[in-house]
Every structure is written in structure tokens, then in C-alpha cells.
């Protein structure tokens, strides 16, 4: 059977999206996403995500993102700008779209060709939230953390999917994959962790490079981005009201907190190439 796809990115987050708002989500879907995401063997991303038919009146659509193992995640930053994208390109021309996820209905604002503008919500960094455990209840602000041979200090901040956030002098020689697996796999973090390494170049402008779970290193994550700049103000390094402009290593994206801990993202999102496979 032939199976229709757009593969596109934002920031370099490249995704195979199916449009499955009339047929539903495909029962093998995470079987597909390991098959489809291989990289090399196949179309290769980061794994799939599903654009499908809203369940919140009002709503546009609803997006599913299934990580390259098959795991299934809560929201993803730069994915749902993409969605906005396609929507915007196949049918749905709106200046403004509201699009269910599993972190809840998002609205995403078009700025310009391709630029889009998400409403991430809130943040938190209580320990319930994420989850996590031996850790105090909250908030998880600058602590210790242990991970195999080294001792790490963390920020741990939920935007509806966990993040773990560390500062480091420097990020381009840091082999994530020997330390990336350590943060996601740890056993104070029962449902695994996303981890971003962060270096501040200075108040407005950082570099970064995360792990996710599920996935491993890619080079952007838009929930990653929003959680380190989150991080970075609890921790009084970033400004609040103020565009943090933040370097990944396959774009830019810029992040806003504001009153309330609510959090703007604004970035890129790009059509790669549409196909059809077999599967």
C-alpha cells in the first residue's frame, strides 16, 4: 500500500507528516515511525507526526507526534509550527490557527512567509509536573544532580512535556551521545527526560543542543528551547518581557517569557519535499 507524506522541518526537527484527519491515525503507527524514520534506510526524521481531525471545538486540527522509536510525545515546538504550514498551504488559510495537542490547544500565529508564532502556555518547575522524584517537591531550580560519574546542576521545567536544562561553558564539543542517554534514562525522571545543554553567550542570546528522549540528539527542539529560556529567567541569567534569541544547530529560534510564566516562540518552518512509500 502506497502512503502519502509531507516531510518537513523547522530549525533542521524534520518530521514525516500524514494527513490523517479523515482516515485516523494508522494502527501501526509506531511501528511506522521506527520503519519510516531510519536514516539512510528509508525517508529518515525524527519520527511522524499525525495531523489529524480536532477534538476541541473550534479547534483546526489536532497533531500526534510518534518519536523515531515509536514512543509517543506530548507536543513539540517546532512540529507545530510545521502543522500550521501545511495547514495553511493545503486548505486552511488562516492568519490565526488553533491546533489540539496532548499538552492541550495551542494557537499559532502566521508572521510572515513561514514564520510562524506559537502560544506554548505556562511553565513549571514543581517536581509533580514533570514527574520527577528524589528531588524535593519543587521548584527545581538550580540542584545537584548525579549523573553515572559527573555532578550536574539542573533546572527541571515542564511545558506540558519534561525538560532538564544545564548550563555549560561551552556546547559544540560536548559528546551528547555518551552523556545525553545518562540524563534520560535516570531513575529520578520515571517517565525519561529531555536534556538541553546550554551556554550563554550573553542575557538575550544562548546556544544549545538537546537530547531527547525517544529521539536523541536533534539539532532543535521548540519545547527545549522554550524550557531552557524558562530555565535561564528562574535563574535570573535571561530577562522576562525580552526576545531570548536562542542558537540550535540547525537554526534560530527566539522565545519571549511572559507575565504569568506564559511563553512565546517564534521560528521557521519549512516544506521539505512530499512523496508517497510503500509500506
Known sequence: MKLSFTKMQGCANDYIYLDCRTSGVPENIAALSERLSRRHFSIGADGIICICAPVTAGADAMMRIFNADGSEGKMCGNGIRCV???????????????????????????????????????????????????????????????????????????????????????????KLEQIGPGFEHHENFPERINTEFVQVVDATHLKMRVWERGSGETWACGTGTCATVAALTELGICPAGEDVHVQLRGGELTIRVLPGKQLLMTGAAETVCEGTTEV
Open 84 to 174: 500550521a504550514e501545511w495547514l495553511y498551504t493545503h486548505g486552511t488559510a488562516k492568519p490565526k490557527l488553533a491546533i489540539d495537542t496532548l499538552s492541550g490547544l495551542k494557537t499559532v500565529t502566521r508572521m510572515g512567509e513561514g514564520l510562524w508564532q506559537v502560544e506554548m502556555g505556562t511553565y513549571t518547575a514543581m517536581a509533580a509536573a514533570l514527574p520527577a522524584v528524589n528531588m524535593g517537591e519543587g521548584p527545581l531550580v538550580d540542584l545537584p544532580l548525579q549523573v553515572e560519574e559527573n555532578l550536574w546542576r539542573v533546572t527541571c521545567i515542564s511545558v506540558g512535556n519534561p525538560h532538564c536544562v544545564t548550563i555549560v561553558p561551552e556546547v559544540d564539543s560536548l
